[in-house]
C-alpha cells in the first residue's frame, strides 16, 4: 500500500475519531500511520512506522504485556477480527497511564485481511463533561467515585433512565431527543441542588452519587422525579411524557473497587428495567448487610475475569438418552473458587455481571475451554454433544459470530457436536436480528437448545419461529406449579408443543426413578439430574460408560441370539485373543461380533456387506476402535 493511500484512509477515519486517537496499519506490509497526537504524548519513534505493534509492545506496562501479545498475536494470525483491551501505557514523561485500544480487521471483497485500524483512548485526558447535559460523564463518575471509597463516605448511587428511549428517537428524531435528555438532567439537578454529583452515563441515563442523603430521601426525589418527567418536560411548546426506570446501591463497604459498585448498579438498574416495570429496585451493599458476602465475591470474581479468568473451571453433567439412558453428551457448567471464599456458584453474580464489559469475556473463556476439554469426549463417541450456555448478552454482542468461528478453528471441535443452550431475557433482543444469527449457528450445523422452555414469556413463541434443536424443562419449575399429577401434566403439555415443532425434550432435575418412570409415556427424549449423574469433572466423566443406543442393545441380546450372529460370519478369522480385568474378560470374538452390531444399527446396513474389520484396542481406557470396510470409523466401551 502507498503511502498516499493510507493518509487517505487515515484522514478518513479520523473524522469520526473524536476523543481518541487513531492508527491504521497494512497488514500486508506491516507499515502504519499513527496520530501526532498519539506520537507526541508517548514520545513515540514518528506517525509512520513499520511494526508498530512489536513498537509499541515496548510503551507498554510489564504486567499488561503478555495479555496486549496475546489478543494483537490473535489478530495478525487471523484467529480473531477485532481486538479490544485495556491497559496501561508509559507516556513520554515516563508515567504510566489507562488506555483503551479497540481495533478491527477490514477485509477487501474477496475476504483477504487487507487494513487493521482502531482508536486508542487515553483515560488521563478524556474530556469529563458530557456535551449534550453539560454534567459530568461516566469517566468523571468512576474518578468520584474512588474519592468517596479512599475517604472512606458512605456513597449512595441512583441511576435513572428513560424508558422506551429509543420510541422517542423514532417519533420525534434525534434531536428532539437530545433535547428530552436536556430537559430532563436540568429539571433533576434542580431538584437535587446542592445534595449530590450528576452525572450523565451511556444511553438515556442519568446517576446521583451523595452522601447527604438517606434512602428515605432518595425513594422521594424519586417519587418527585417521576411525577415531574411525566408533565413538565417540553420541546420548542411540545410536551413529551418520560418514564423512569431506577436502581440504587447503598453501601460503606470500602473495599470494593468502584467498577464492581457499577456493576450492581447496573443489575439494580435492568431488574426495574427488564423485570419490575420501573419501580425502584435496590441493592445494599452495607458491610453488615446479606449482600456485603456477595458483593465482595463479585468483586473477586471481576478481578479474575480481568486476570485471565483465574480461578475459573468447568464440571459437567451427563444427558442421557430417556430410552437406554445411554449417555448422548453433557452440560458444561461454570465453577469459581478462591482461596478465601471457596466454591462460588453462578448464581451469585451472572446475573449481576450480565450487563458488565468482563461478562463477554468470560463467555469467550468458557466456550473455549468447554471445546478444549469436550474434544475427548467426541474422540470417545462421535456421536456426543457438548452443550454450552450462551447468556442474552452474548447473542446481542456485535462479534460474537465472529469470535466463536475463530474459537471453533483455534480448538478443533467439531460443529456438529456443540449445542449452544440459550438462557436468560431473549426477549430483550432484537427478534429479527436473533432470527438471522441462529439461522446462521444452524446453517455451519451447531445445534441450539432453549433452557427453561415455558418459563420466559417469549419461549413458545421462539420455537415456532427458529428451529431449536432442543428445548430444557426443569423439573423444579413443574413441580413449583402444583401437585405431582399437575407438574406431570405440565411436561407432557410442554413436551407436546416442543414435538409438534420439531424439537426434542430434556427433562433437567431428575432425581426420582418413579418420576422418570412416569415421564416416558410423554414425548420427552432425555434426561438430565443427579439420577445419573452430579456435576463432575472432564476427567471423572471420561470414566463413564459412553454407549450408543446400538451398544445398549447388544448388551440386552440373550446368548442364542450372539451365538446367531457370530453363525451369520462369512469371513470370521480364525484368532484367539483375550484380555482379562479383574470384573470382565473380552475375547476377539466378542470385539468382532460388538463391531458387527454396532456397525449395521449406527450405518442401518446390513453386516453381510462388512468385508474387512480393524479393531485397535486401548485397554487403559477400556474403549475399542474400529474400522470397517477401511472406511467407516467407530468406536465402543468394553
Known sequence: MSKKKIDQLFEAFSMVSEGAYIFLCDMESNYSRWSKQAVDFFGLPGEYMTNAGKVWEEYIHPDDRELYKKDIRAVFKGESREHFIQYRARAADGRYVICTCHGRVLFDENGKAGYFVGTLKNHSILQ?????????????????????????????????????????????????????????????????????????????????????????????????????????????????????????????????????????????????????????????????????????????????????????????????????????????????????LGVVMPSEFVGVLEQDPSFYTLGKWVLRQAMLEGKQFVERYSGFILNVNISYTHLGHVAFLDDLEAILRETGFPATNLCLEIYGKIQLLNEDRLKEMLLRLKSKGIKLALDRFGEEPRSLDFIQSIPVDVVKIHWNFMRALGGKAEHQEAVKHLAGIASLFGSEVCVVGMEDEDVRDSLRAYSVDGFQGQLYSKPVSAEELMEMEFRTEAEQEYTELTSIEKNALKAKESNFVNASLEVQYPDRRLTYDDMLEKTRFVWSKLQNRDASEINTINLYMKPNEKIVYYVVNGTDTGSFGI
Not at 202 to 223: C, H, P
Open 128 to 340: 469529563t463533561a458530557d456535551s449534550v447535559t453539560g454534567l459530568k460523564n461516566v469517566y468523571a463518575f468512576f474518578d468520584d467515585l474512588e474519592r468517596f471509597r479512599m475517604a472512606r463516605r458512605e456513597q449512595m448511587i441512583l441511576m435513572v433512565g428513560i424508558a422506551r428511549f429509543s420510541e422517542i428517537n423514532d417519533r420525534y428524531g434525534y434531536v428532539v431527543g437530545n433535547r428530552v435528555m436536556l430537559e430532563l438532567s436540568r429539571l433533576f439537578a434542580r431538584m437535587v441542588s446542592n445534595m449530590g454529583f450528576l452525572y450523565r452515563m451511556e444511553g438515556a441515563r442519568l446517576a446521583l452519587v451523595t452522601d447527604k442523603m438517606t434512602e428515605q430521601d432518595i425513594r422521594q426525589l424519586l417519587r418527585n422525579l417521576r411525577q415531574r418527567a411525566l408533565k413538565d418536560i417540553s420541546v420548542d411548546g411540545m410536551g413529551v411524557s418520560v418514564f423512569l426506570n431506577a436502581g440504587l446501591v447503598i453501601g460503606d463497604n470500602f473495599d470494593v473497587e468502584p467498577k464492581t459498585l457499577f456493576s450492581c448498579l447496573w443489575y439494580a438498574y435492568y431488574e426495574s428495567r427488564d423485570v419490575r416495570q420501573g419501580d425502584l429496585v435496590v441493592f445494599r451493599a452495607h458491610s453488615g448487610d446479606a449482600n456485603h458476602a456477595r458483593i465482595e465475591k463479585i468483586g473477586a470474581v471481576r478481578e479474575s475475569i480481568a486476570d485471565q479468568c483465574k480461578g475459573f473451571f468447568l464440571v459437567y453433567q451427563a444427558i442421557v438418552n430417556a430410552s437406554t439412558e445411554t449417555i448422548i453428551g453433557a452440560e458444561a457448567l461454570l465453577r469459581y473458587k478462591d482461596a478465601s
